[in-house]
Protein backbone atom coordinates (compact mmCIF):
# COMPACT_ATOMS: atom_id res chain seq x y z
CA UNK A 1 0.00 0.00 0.00
CA UNK A 2 1.18 3.02 -0.75
CA UNK A 3 0.65 6.72 0.92
CA UNK A 4 1.71 9.62 -0.89
CA UNK A 5 2.01 13.00 1.13
CA UNK A 6 1.73 16.41 -1.01
CA UNK A 7 1.01 19.61 -0.18
CA UNK A 8 2.27 22.96 2.34
CA UNK A 9 2.29 20.50 5.09
CA UNK A 10 3.54 17.08 3.74
CA UNK A 11 6.90 17.32 5.54
CA UNK A 12 5.39 17.46 9.12
CA UNK A 13 2.41 15.03 7.83
CA UNK A 14 5.15 12.28 6.63
CA UNK A 15 7.21 12.77 10.03
CA UNK A 16 4.49 11.71 11.53
CA UNK A 17 3.42 8.85 9.78
CA UNK A 18 7.16 7.87 9.89
CA UNK A 19 7.57 8.24 13.08
CA UNK A 20 4.35 7.01 14.53
CA UNK A 21 4.87 3.85 12.54
CA UNK A 22 8.50 2.98 14.57
CA UNK A 23 6.74 3.94 17.67
CA UNK A 24 3.86 1.28 17.78
CA UNK A 25 6.72 -1.09 15.91
CA UNK A 26 8.67 -0.24 19.56
CA UNK A 27 5.80 -0.83 21.76
CA UNK A 28 4.73 -4.20 20.09
CA UNK A 29 1.87 -2.76 18.74
CA UNK A 30 1.00 -5.11 15.32
CA UNK A 31 1.34 -2.68 12.28
CA UNK A 32 1.46 -3.62 8.46
CA UNK A 33 5.18 -3.25 8.18
CA UNK A 34 7.02 -0.12 6.73
CA UNK A 35 8.95 -1.39 3.88
CA UNK A 36 10.34 1.75 2.39
CA UNK A 37 9.57 5.64 2.91
CA UNK A 38 11.15 8.84 1.85
CA UNK A 39 10.12 12.58 1.32
CA UNK A 40 11.58 15.03 -1.57
CA UNK A 41 10.87 18.97 -0.61
CA UNK A 42 10.16 19.64 -4.47
CA UNK A 43 7.53 16.80 -4.34
CA UNK A 44 6.60 15.10 -1.11
CA UNK A 45 6.34 11.86 0.68
CA UNK A 46 6.43 8.35 0.41
CA UNK A 47 5.74 5.49 2.49
CA UNK A 48 5.37 1.73 1.14
CA UNK A 49 3.22 -0.51 3.35
CA UNK A 50 2.83 -4.23 3.20
CA UNK A 51 -0.39 -4.27 1.95
CA UNK A 52 -2.87 -7.14 3.81
CA UNK A 53 -4.44 -8.61 1.26
CA UNK A 54 -8.12 -9.53 2.60
CA UNK A 55 -8.40 -7.30 5.55
CA UNK A 56 -11.36 -6.55 7.60
CA UNK A 57 -11.77 -3.17 9.68
CA UNK A 58 -13.11 -4.04 12.88
CA UNK A 59 -15.70 -0.77 11.87
CA UNK A 60 -17.14 -3.33 9.00
CA UNK A 61 -17.18 -6.48 11.28
CA UNK A 62 -19.35 -3.75 14.28
CA UNK A 63 -21.88 -2.48 11.70
CA UNK A 64 -22.45 -6.08 11.69
CA UNK A 65 -23.65 -6.71 15.05
CA UNK A 66 -24.42 -3.05 16.38
CA UNK A 67 -28.10 -3.97 15.41
CA UNK A 68 -28.06 -7.00 17.99
CA UNK A 69 -29.16 -6.51 21.76
CA UNK A 70 -26.76 -3.94 23.50
CA UNK A 71 -23.76 -6.07 24.60
CA UNK A 72 -24.63 -9.73 22.97
CA UNK A 73 -21.89 -11.76 23.40
CA UNK A 74 -20.39 -10.90 19.59
CA UNK A 75 -20.44 -7.06 20.13
CA UNK A 76 -18.39 -7.90 23.71
CA UNK A 77 -15.89 -9.56 21.65
CA UNK A 78 -15.45 -7.19 18.67
CA UNK A 79 -15.28 -3.97 21.26
CA UNK A 80 -13.27 -6.63 23.48
CA UNK A 81 -10.53 -6.96 20.52
CA UNK A 82 -9.94 -2.96 20.20
CA UNK A 83 -9.87 -2.59 23.89
CA UNK A 84 -6.66 -4.38 24.30
CA UNK A 85 -4.85 -2.52 21.43
CA UNK A 86 -6.28 0.46 23.12
CA UNK A 87 -5.05 -0.64 26.42
CA UNK A 88 -1.15 -1.46 25.25
CA UNK A 89 -0.89 1.78 23.80
CA UNK A 90 -1.64 3.82 27.03
CA UNK A 91 0.43 1.15 28.98
CA UNK A 92 3.33 2.63 26.86
CA UNK A 93 2.33 6.36 27.00
CA UNK A 94 0.83 6.65 23.34
CA UNK A 95 -2.41 7.85 21.86
CA UNK A 96 -4.30 7.71 18.52
CA UNK A 97 -5.75 11.05 18.21
CA UNK A 98 -8.19 10.03 15.18
CA UNK A 99 -9.19 6.57 17.41
CA UNK A 100 -11.63 5.24 15.69
CA UNK A 101 -12.46 0.89 14.72
CA UNK A 102 -11.73 1.88 10.86
CA UNK A 103 -8.20 1.97 12.18
CA UNK A 104 -8.32 -1.54 13.60
CA UNK A 105 -8.05 -4.14 10.92
CA UNK A 106 -8.25 -7.69 11.09
CA UNK A 107 -6.23 -10.07 8.95
CA UNK A 108 -5.10 -13.75 9.55
CA UNK A 109 -6.20 -14.45 13.29
CA UNK A 110 -4.00 -10.92 14.33
CA UNK A 111 -5.29 -7.28 14.62
CA UNK A 112 -3.18 -4.53 13.26
CA UNK A 113 -3.87 -0.80 14.02
CA UNK A 114 -3.30 1.36 11.04
CA UNK A 115 -2.85 5.38 11.10
CA UNK A 116 0.24 6.27 12.35
CA UNK A 117 0.35 9.48 11.37
CA UNK A 118 -2.47 10.04 14.34
CA UNK A 119 0.17 8.60 16.71
CA UNK A 120 0.91 10.39 19.48
CA UNK A 121 3.40 10.21 22.55
CA UNK A 122 3.03 12.03 25.89
CA UNK A 123 6.44 10.70 27.85
CA UNK A 124 8.56 8.49 26.68
CA UNK A 125 8.21 5.40 28.26
CA UNK A 126 5.99 6.33 31.01
CA UNK A 127 1.83 5.32 31.19
CA UNK A 128 -0.32 7.97 29.79
CA UNK A 129 -1.96 10.33 32.02
CA UNK A 130 -5.19 9.48 33.75
CA UNK A 131 -6.68 12.61 32.09
CA UNK A 132 -5.23 11.93 28.86
CA UNK A 133 -6.55 8.35 29.26
CA UNK A 134 -10.00 9.43 30.31
CA UNK A 135 -10.31 11.83 26.82
CA UNK A 136 -8.85 8.90 24.61
CA UNK A 137 -11.54 6.33 25.59
CA UNK A 138 -13.87 8.99 25.68
CA UNK A 139 -13.42 9.22 22.12
CA UNK A 140 -13.81 5.44 21.56
CA UNK A 141 -16.60 5.48 23.43
CA UNK A 142 -18.35 8.21 21.88
CA UNK A 143 -18.27 6.41 18.54
CA UNK A 144 -20.81 4.16 19.75
CA UNK A 145 -24.62 3.95 20.70
CA UNK A 146 -25.64 5.09 23.45
CA UNK A 147 -26.77 2.04 24.56
CA UNK A 148 -23.94 0.65 24.88
CA UNK A 149 -23.10 3.04 27.67
CA UNK A 150 -24.06 1.35 30.82
CA UNK A 151 -22.03 -2.04 29.79
CA UNK A 152 -18.67 0.81 29.71
CA UNK A 153 -17.75 -0.69 33.11
CA UNK A 154 -17.91 -4.38 31.80
CA UNK A 155 -16.27 -3.66 28.58
CA UNK A 156 -13.20 -2.18 29.87
CA UNK A 157 -12.23 -5.68 31.73
CA UNK A 158 -10.14 -6.24 28.37
CA UNK A 159 -8.59 -3.17 28.75
CA UNK A 160 -7.56 -3.15 32.24
CA UNK A 161 -6.01 -6.19 31.77
CA UNK A 162 -3.16 -4.64 29.78
CA UNK A 163 -3.23 -1.23 31.23
CA UNK A 164 -4.43 -1.46 35.14
CA UNK A 165 -2.36 1.52 36.33
CA UNK A 166 -5.43 4.28 36.54
CA UNK A 167 -8.68 3.46 38.20
CA UNK A 168 -11.14 5.02 35.84
CA UNK A 169 -14.26 6.92 37.52
CA UNK A 170 -16.70 5.91 35.74
CA UNK A 171 -18.82 9.32 36.21
CA UNK A 172 -16.11 11.02 34.87
CA UNK A 173 -15.55 9.07 31.75
CA UNK A 174 -19.41 9.07 31.01
CA UNK A 175 -18.66 12.83 31.28
CA UNK A 176 -15.98 13.02 29.06
CA UNK A 177 -18.06 9.98 26.78
CA UNK A 178 -21.59 12.80 26.91
CA UNK A 179 -18.92 16.15 25.83
CA UNK A 180 -17.12 14.25 22.96
CA UNK A 181 -20.63 12.53 21.56
CA UNK A 182 -22.16 16.84 21.69
CA UNK A 183 -19.22 17.67 20.36
CA UNK A 184 -19.46 15.33 16.93
CA UNK A 185 -23.43 15.72 16.82
CA UNK A 186 -22.47 19.22 16.23
CA UNK A 187 -19.91 19.00 14.09
CA UNK A 188 -22.45 16.80 11.73
CA UNK A 189 -25.20 18.71 11.59
CA UNK A 190 -22.56 21.75 10.81
CA UNK A 191 -21.55 19.70 7.72
CA UNK A 192 -25.20 18.79 6.77
CA UNK A 193 -25.65 22.78 5.24
CA UNK A 194 -21.86 23.02 4.38
CA UNK A 195 -19.86 21.35 0.88
CA UNK A 196 -17.94 19.10 2.32
CA UNK A 197 -16.68 15.09 1.58
CA UNK A 198 -20.34 13.98 3.21
CA UNK A 199 -22.89 16.51 1.30
CA UNK A 200 -22.83 17.98 -1.82
CA UNK A 201 -24.23 21.78 -0.48
CA UNK A 202 -25.30 24.68 -2.84
CA UNK A 203 -26.68 27.44 -1.50
CA UNK A 204 -28.06 30.61 -3.22
CA UNK A 205 -30.34 33.47 -3.33
CA UNK A 206 -32.64 31.42 -5.84
CA UNK A 207 -32.46 28.23 -3.34
CA UNK A 208 -30.89 25.63 -1.42
CA UNK A 209 -30.17 22.11 -2.30
CA UNK A 210 -28.27 19.88 0.06
CA UNK A 211 -27.72 16.01 -1.28
CA UNK A 212 -25.74 13.46 0.35
CA UNK A 213 -22.45 12.90 -1.93
CA UNK A 214 -22.99 9.19 -2.71
CA UNK A 215 -26.47 9.76 -3.77
CA UNK A 216 -26.02 13.04 -6.21
CA UNK A 217 -25.37 10.89 -9.13
CA UNK A 218 -28.37 8.24 -8.25
CA UNK A 219 -30.95 11.55 -7.50
CA UNK A 220 -30.32 13.20 -10.25
CA UNK A 221 -33.35 13.54 -11.93
CA UNK A 222 -34.94 13.83 -9.25
CA UNK A 223 -33.19 16.87 -8.47
CA UNK A 224 -33.27 18.53 -11.92
CA UNK A 225 -37.55 18.35 -11.49
CA UNK A 226 -38.96 17.00 -8.21
CA UNK A 227 -42.43 18.37 -9.26
CA UNK A 228 -42.77 16.06 -12.39
CA UNK A 229 -41.10 13.32 -10.13
CA UNK A 230 -43.92 13.87 -7.76
CA UNK A 231 -46.66 13.69 -10.17
CA UNK A 232 -45.62 10.57 -11.90
CA UNK A 233 -45.37 9.03 -8.42
CA UNK A 234 -47.64 7.44 -6.17
CA UNK A 235 -49.30 10.13 -4.07
CA UNK A 236 -49.83 9.30 -0.79
CA UNK A 237 -51.30 12.58 0.55
CA UNK A 238 -52.32 15.74 -0.88
CA UNK A 239 -53.51 19.00 1.26
CA UNK A 240 -52.76 22.37 0.96
CA UNK A 241 -49.49 22.76 3.19
CA UNK A 242 -47.59 19.33 2.31
CA UNK A 243 -48.22 17.05 -0.24
CA UNK A 244 -46.46 13.30 -0.17
CA UNK A 245 -45.19 10.94 -3.18
CA UNK A 246 -43.92 7.89 -3.24
CA UNK A 247 -41.08 7.87 -6.22
CA UNK A 248 -39.53 5.12 -8.17
CA UNK A 249 -36.27 5.58 -9.41
CA UNK A 250 -34.04 3.70 -11.00
CA UNK A 251 -35.88 0.78 -9.59
CA UNK A 252 -35.76 1.97 -5.83
CA UNK A 253 -38.41 3.38 -3.84
CA UNK A 254 -37.92 7.19 -2.60
CA UNK A 255 -40.57 8.95 -0.67
CA UNK A 256 -41.04 12.66 -1.68
CA UNK A 257 -42.25 15.27 0.30
CA UNK A 258 -43.79 18.92 -1.10
CA UNK A 259 -44.10 21.82 1.49
CA UNK A 260 -47.00 23.80 -0.40
CA UNK A 261 -46.84 27.58 0.27
CA UNK A 262 -51.08 27.97 0.07
CA UNK A 263 -51.51 31.37 -0.30
CA UNK A 264 -49.82 35.01 0.32
CA UNK A 265 -50.77 34.69 4.17
CA UNK A 266 -49.09 32.18 4.21
CA UNK A 267 -46.28 32.93 2.08
CA UNK A 268 -45.43 35.71 4.65
CA UNK A 269 -45.37 33.47 7.74
CA UNK A 270 -42.98 31.10 6.20
CA UNK A 271 -40.83 33.07 3.58
CA UNK A 272 -38.26 34.55 6.70
CA UNK A 273 -37.68 31.11 8.37
CA UNK A 274 -36.06 27.90 7.85
CA UNK A 275 -38.64 25.99 5.77
CA UNK A 276 -39.70 22.45 6.98
CA UNK A 277 -38.13 20.88 4.41
CA UNK A 278 -34.99 22.00 5.82
CA UNK A 279 -35.72 20.91 10.00
CA UNK A 280 -36.73 17.97 8.71
CA UNK A 281 -33.81 16.96 7.13
CA UNK A 282 -31.88 18.46 10.24
CA UNK A 283 -34.20 16.34 12.12
CA UNK A 284 -33.50 12.98 10.46
CA UNK A 285 -29.78 13.24 10.73
CA UNK A 286 -30.13 13.92 14.13
CA UNK A 287 -31.77 10.63 15.05
CA UNK A 288 -29.87 8.72 12.56
CA UNK A 289 -26.70 10.04 13.59
CA UNK A 290 -28.42 9.19 17.35
CA UNK A 291 -28.72 6.06 16.19
CA UNK A 292 -32.77 6.01 16.55
CA UNK A 293 -34.62 4.24 13.80
CA UNK A 294 -35.76 6.70 10.65
CA UNK A 295 -35.87 6.73 7.14
CA UNK A 296 -32.54 7.63 5.70
CA UNK A 297 -31.90 11.89 4.87
CA UNK A 298 -31.43 11.51 1.19
CA UNK A 299 -31.70 15.48 0.07
CA UNK A 300 -33.47 18.77 0.70
CA UNK A 301 -34.25 21.38 -1.87
CA UNK A 302 -35.86 24.99 -1.18
CA UNK A 303 -36.95 27.36 -3.69
CA UNK A 304 -36.06 31.04 -2.99
CA UNK A 305 -36.47 34.27 -5.01
CA UNK A 306 -33.80 36.80 -3.34
CA UNK A 307 -33.27 34.48 -0.68
CA UNK A 308 -37.02 34.77 0.51
CA UNK A 309 -38.41 31.05 1.06
CA UNK A 310 -41.33 29.85 -0.87
CA UNK A 311 -41.61 25.85 -1.89
CA UNK A 312 -39.25 22.89 -0.56
CA UNK A 313 -38.69 19.42 -0.72
CA UNK A 314 -37.21 16.63 1.87
CA UNK A 315 -36.46 13.30 0.25
CA UNK A 316 -35.79 9.90 2.27
CA UNK A 317 -35.70 6.86 1.36
CA UNK A 318 -38.95 4.92 1.71
CA UNK A 319 -39.62 2.27 4.35
CA UNK A 320 -41.58 -0.77 4.00
CA UNK A 321 -43.66 -2.22 6.56
CA UNK A 322 -47.16 -1.34 8.77
CA UNK A 323 -47.83 2.05 10.71
CA UNK A 324 -47.98 0.51 14.60
CA UNK A 325 -51.61 0.94 14.27
CA UNK A 326 -52.19 -1.20 11.50
CA UNK A 327 -49.41 -3.73 13.43
CA UNK A 328 -51.32 -3.38 16.68
CA UNK A 329 -54.85 -3.96 15.50
CA UNK A 330 -55.24 -7.48 15.91
CA UNK A 331 -53.88 -7.09 19.08
CA UNK A 332 -57.03 -4.83 20.77
CA UNK A 333 -57.01 -7.88 23.73
CA UNK A 334 -53.88 -9.05 23.72
CA UNK A 335 -50.21 -8.18 23.90
CA UNK A 336 -48.37 -7.61 20.31
CA UNK A 337 -45.49 -9.23 20.16
CA UNK A 338 -42.63 -8.94 22.46
CA UNK A 339 -40.23 -7.75 19.48
CA UNK A 340 -42.58 -5.08 18.93
CA UNK A 341 -42.72 -4.14 22.40
CA UNK A 342 -39.07 -4.36 23.05
CA UNK A 343 -38.70 -2.25 20.55
CA UNK A 344 -41.22 0.57 20.91
CA UNK A 345 -39.58 0.34 25.10
CA UNK A 346 -36.30 1.11 23.29
CA UNK A 347 -37.33 3.65 21.09
CA UNK A 348 -38.85 5.79 24.27
CA UNK A 349 -35.80 5.21 26.10
CA UNK A 350 -34.16 6.86 23.80
CA UNK A 351 -36.04 9.54 23.44
CA UNK A 352 -35.69 10.34 27.29
CA UNK A 353 -32.19 10.12 27.08
CA UNK A 354 -31.69 12.35 24.16
CA UNK A 355 -34.31 14.79 25.55
CA UNK A 356 -36.11 14.63 21.89
CA UNK A 357 -39.76 15.06 21.28
CA UNK A 358 -41.66 14.15 18.09
CA UNK A 359 -44.05 16.30 18.14
CA UNK A 360 -46.96 15.07 16.78
CA UNK A 361 -46.93 10.92 18.28
CA UNK A 362 -49.39 9.63 16.38
CA UNK A 363 -49.62 5.98 15.17
CA UNK A 364 -48.92 6.56 11.85
CA UNK A 365 -45.72 8.41 12.45
CA UNK A 366 -44.19 5.13 13.81
CA UNK A 367 -43.26 2.80 11.12
CA UNK A 368 -42.30 -1.12 11.83
CA UNK A 369 -38.91 -1.98 9.56
CA UNK A 370 -36.10 -3.87 10.13
CA UNK A 371 -36.84 -4.59 13.49
CA UNK A 372 -37.37 -1.78 14.58
CA UNK A 373 -40.12 1.15 14.85
CA UNK A 374 -38.77 3.94 12.88
CA UNK A 375 -40.20 7.97 13.36
CA UNK A 376 -41.44 9.99 10.53
CA UNK A 377 -43.26 13.21 9.78
CA UNK A 378 -40.44 15.11 11.80
CA UNK A 379 -41.60 18.79 11.13
CA UNK A 380 -42.42 19.37 15.00
CA UNK A 381 -39.08 17.30 16.21
CA UNK A 382 -37.11 19.14 18.72
CA UNK A 383 -34.21 18.38 20.83
CA UNK A 384 -34.43 19.90 24.23
CA UNK A 385 -31.39 21.70 26.41
CA UNK A 386 -33.60 22.64 29.03
CA UNK A 387 -35.01 19.51 31.46
CA UNK A 388 -38.00 21.35 32.35
CA UNK A 389 -39.33 22.13 28.53
CA UNK A 390 -38.58 18.69 27.55
CA UNK A 391 -40.52 17.14 30.33
CA UNK A 392 -44.12 19.15 28.88
CA UNK A 393 -43.20 18.02 25.30
CA UNK A 394 -42.57 14.30 26.11
CA UNK A 395 -45.48 14.23 28.56
CA UNK A 396 -47.65 15.99 25.78
CA UNK A 397 -46.05 13.36 23.16
CA UNK A 398 -46.63 10.51 25.68
CA UNK A 399 -50.48 11.02 25.95
CA UNK A 400 -50.74 11.70 22.33
CA UNK A 401 -49.21 8.02 21.32
CA UNK A 402 -51.77 6.76 24.16
CA UNK A 403 -54.54 8.23 22.81
CA UNK A 404 -54.01 6.01 19.43
CA UNK A 405 -56.01 3.25 21.04
CA UNK A 406 -59.60 3.65 23.39
CA UNK A 407 -58.49 4.76 27.30
CA UNK A 408 -60.57 1.25 28.44
CA UNK A 409 -59.05 -0.88 25.95
CA UNK A 410 -56.26 -3.81 26.84
CA UNK A 411 -53.52 -1.93 24.57
CA UNK A 412 -54.03 1.11 26.31
CA UNK A 413 -53.42 -0.29 29.68
CA UNK A 414 -50.37 -2.34 28.89
CA UNK A 415 -48.73 0.55 27.27
CA UNK A 416 -49.69 3.35 29.70
CA UNK A 417 -47.87 0.65 32.23
CA UNK A 418 -44.98 -0.03 29.73
CA UNK A 419 -44.18 3.67 28.68
CA UNK A 420 -41.51 5.59 30.62
CA UNK A 421 -42.77 9.07 32.20
CA UNK A 422 -40.56 12.04 32.72
CA UNK A 423 -40.03 12.27 36.92
CA UNK A 424 -42.30 15.12 38.07
CA UNK A 425 -44.50 14.98 35.20
CA UNK A 426 -48.03 14.10 36.21
CA UNK A 427 -49.27 10.87 36.21
CA UNK A 428 -52.80 9.36 33.77
Known sequence: MAKLLVGRKAAPRFRHERDGVRMLVGAGVNTPALLTAGFDPSAGGWLLFDYLDGARSLGDIWREVERQQALSDRQREVLGMALRVIGTMHHRGMWQQDLHLDNLLCHDGHLYLVDGGSMRVETQGRTLSL?????????????????????????????????????????????????????????????????????DVQSGPLGLQAVRRDEVAA????????????????????????TVARVDLDGRRLLVKRYNIKNFVHYLRRF??????????????????????????????????????????????????????????????????????????????????????????????????????ALIDLDAMRQHCC?????????????????????????????DQRLPRVPDTPTR
Open 131 to 199: RRVLENLGIFFAQLPPAIDPFIGELLEPYLRTNGTHPLPPAELQKQVNKVRSWRLRDYLRKTGRDCSLF
Open 219 to 242: LRQLLDDPDRCIANGCILKTGGSA
Open 272 to 373: WRPSRAWHSWRAGSRLMFLGIATPKPLAVIEHRNCWLRSRAYFVTEYLEGEDIISSFRPFHGSSPPVAQLQALDGLFASLLRERISHGDMKGHNLIWHDGQW
Open 387 to 415: QRSFARAYARDRARFLNNWPPDSHLYLLL
